[in-house]
């Protein structure tokens, strides 16, 4: 695979002009979202101060003109940036993956399904509402692997019976093949009832939770405090997870500084980290040009693709 620094001078060299073009293509583009925000603002607050200047009142009409304004520009945004962002993927993003390997095809529509995410056993959540985009999928040193981004939610009521979503899952989602197939299934969640009440009363939740399958337990200090076990069969979960598949599992957490949860299920490996935002999606109102910008695309995709090299998953493990 190709060295975060190969990709980046490819990113300024080679992209570079193709970059310039949409960098003005994004001033353009903040320059008519500001007018447009600007004209929306002005025309709900003059709807406030004639309620305001009639009724001497600030009531419901008034939060209603507050809230079709914030609607109306969120619309209007996605609208404007639809073909920005499209450019971006397919000029920009589709190369990157291209240059790493050829073996590898993107579409910026498409998502890992939802069958494939609800078979990890990752998320016991109901699942309510099931979007992505940026799927990636090939094959690295003939190992089949996918990754995209997701962002998984749920319906719940409060108290009071008011809705309202909750998120079961947003970030960046990978599944990659072994070469062999598991009878059993093996979760791995990040441990926070250890971090929280410490080992004898995190072991003692961890060893209750509803709907999970056994707490098990391994002969890694590290490991245990960074991650809890489950699973139905303790024999095969221990000779999946030897102790250098453990020290490559902590790399990788490690690495991303995110919340890591892993599983293992049929010949799959999944893996999901949890982000707050879009990881392909383009800058609008910074720079495309600038250093960090850049880095954190090359940097995203480095990650979901040498996964394979990481783990190091295009190798018999199981004789080791």
Excluded: C
């Excluded at 809230?67 to 109306?72: D, S």
């Excluded at 490996?269 to 707050?276: C, P, Q, R, S, T």
């Amino acid at each position: 695979m190709k060295s975060i620094s190969e990709l980046t001078d490819f990113y300024y060299n080679t992209l570079f002009p193709t970059l310039e073009n949409l960098e003005l293509q994004r001033q353009v583009l903040v320059s008519k979202a500001i007018k447009i925000f600007t004209a929306i603002a002005l025309l709900a607050l003059a709807g406030i101060y004639i309620r305001w200047y009639y009724f001497d009142d600030f009531d419901m009409f008034s939060l209603i003109f507050i809230i079709a304004g914030a609607v109306i520009s969120a619309w209007v945004y996605q609208h404007i940036i639809q073909d920005y962002r499209s450019d971006f993927k397919i000029s920009v993003i589709k190369p990157l993956i291209e240059e790493i390997d050829t073996h590898l095809s993107y579409s910026p529509v498409s998502s890992i399904s939802q069958t494939l995410f609800e078979r990890s056993g990752l998320f016991q959540e109901r699942i309510d509402h099931f979007r992505g985009n940026d799927l990636v999928q090939g094959s690295i040193a003939s190992v089949n692997l996918q990754f995209s981004d997701l962002h998984v939610e749920s319906d719940n009521k409060d108290a009071k019976g008011n809705s309202h979503r909750i998120t079961v899952f947003k970030g960046l989602y990978i599944v990659a093949e072994f070469n062999k197939h598991f009878k059993s299934r093996t979760i791995i969640l990040p441990d926070s009832a250890e971090k929280i009440f410490g080992t004898v009363l995190g072991n003692w939740f961890q060893s209750r939770s509803l709907g999970r399958d056994n707490l098990i337990t391994l002969d890694s200090t590290a490991f245990e405090k960074a991650f809890v076990v489950y699973g139905n069969d303790p024999i095969e979960s221990r000779y999946i997870l030897t102790h250098s598949m453990m020290e490559r599992l902590l790399n990788l957490k490690q690495s991303v500084a995110h919340p890591v949860s892993i599983s293992f299920v049929d010949a799959n490996i999944h893996i999901a980290i949890a982000y707050n935002k879009d990881l392909f999606e383009p800058t609008v109102f910074q720079s495309l040009l600038k250093y960090d910008n850049a880095m954190s695309y090359i940097h995203a995709l480095s990650l979901a693709i040498g996964i394979v090299e990481e783990l190091k998953l295009n190798e018999r493990l199981w004789s080791k």
